[in-house]
């Protein structure tokens, strides 16, 4: 029984980590706004939008890790 407790310990501690490890902190605001109202093309979107870069929270200093990771090339000049 104790194996089984401790097998279930480790599995609840992995998943945690997994979830946690789904977001990115972008500590700048001015940066995540970019990030929640923009899609990967540059063009302009509502925040919560399916192509926003962001997890569709403004000013939460998160994003969807998914959704940045593939950027290769961001153009923020006039910002």
């Known amino acids: ?26 500590p700048d605001a001015n940066f995540e706004n970019y990030l929640e109202t923009h899609a990967q ?3 302009v979107v509502a925040i919560g939008d399916a192509s926003s870069m962001g997890d569709g929270m403004a000013n939460n200093g998160l994003v969807f890790t998914s959704r940045i990771s593939n950027v290769m090339l961001l153009n923020v000049n006039n910002l």
């Open 41 to 43: 093309d540059g063009s």
């Open 1 to 26: 029984m104790k194996g089984k407790r401790h097998i279930l310990s480790l599995v609840i501690l992995f998943s945690i980590a997994f979830l946690q490890a789904q977001n990115t902190a972008i």
